[in-house]
């Protein structure tokens, strides 16, 4: 593993950063924690390789608030393609 920010999914819609916080706290420092509302998955960041692998490996597949979690390592965000229309072409 070489990042130590996780992604969280299948989450229930209900829990809370620090529901999820508290969770992670269990495997080390917990520097940030973000759920995407109505999505259903989030990221947390631990402070370390080795705490990020900790809490993916013992976390992955467990119950949590009623749904299996399914953690990997977060992939970095895909570049946005400012050309993707919204907003027309000539101005009258």
């Known amino acids: 593993m ?3 920010k996780l992604y969280v999914g299948n989450l229930n819609y209900a829990v809370t950063d620090d529901q999820l916080q508290a969770l992670f706290a269990n495997y080390g420092e ?3 924690v973000r759920i995407i509302t109505g999505k259903g998955f989030g ?3 631990m402070s370390n390789n080795e705490e990020a692998e900790k809490a993916m490996e013992s976390l992955n597949g467990t119950d949590f608030e009623g749904r299996t979690l399914r953690i990997d390592e977060a992939r970095p965000p895909r570049p946005r393609d400012d050309r ?3 907003g027309g072409g000539r101005r009258y």
């Open 43 to 45: 990221f947390v960041e």
């Open 84 to 86: 993707r229309g919204g």
């Open 2 to 4: 070489q990042g130590n």
């Open 30 to 32: 917990v520097r940030d």
